[in-house]
Nanobody, 128 residues
């Protein structure tokens, strides 16, 4: 049974940082591209960042480029999202998703229904 479990969310002041983690189990992690999405209250789920399955490529939404960094540790079966210079508009529930042998650019163009696996999310709240 595949599971993705996010952690690391919380309340932070504007300008602060958080690192989210996505721990994967039940799959061969190194075979999966990983992505982060977020969903604010009353809005749809939006793409944030993706990392290719081979680890060599990344893709970011314009709204987070230069502030967020996606990475992975295959030895720990974990993906990360380092979020710096947080803004109140970054407030949302953050979800990780996995896609078999997919590049970051491809994941950036996919709809949410194209991803095989999702976590339950972790809440990030940025106060002004």
């Amino acid at each position: 049974q595949v599971q993705l479990v996010e952690s690391g969310g919380g309340l932070v002041q504007a300008g602060g940082s958080l690192r989210l983690s996505c721990a994967a189990s039940g799959l061969t992690f190194s075979n999966y591209g990983m992505a982060w999405f977020r969903q604010a209250p009353g809005k749809g789920r939006e793409f944030v960042a993706a990392l290719s399955w081979y680890g060599g490529g990344t893709y970011y939404a314009d709204s987070v480029k230069g502030r967020f960094t996606i990475s992975r540790d295959n030895a720990k079966n974990t993906a990360y999202l380092q979020m710096n210079t947080l803004k109140p508009e970054d407030t949302a529930r953050y979800y990780c998703a996995a896609a078999y042998r997919t590049t970051a650019q491809a994941m950036g163009a996919w709809t949410t229904g194209s991803f095989g696996y999702w976590g339950q999310g972790t809440q990030v709240t940025v106060s002004s």
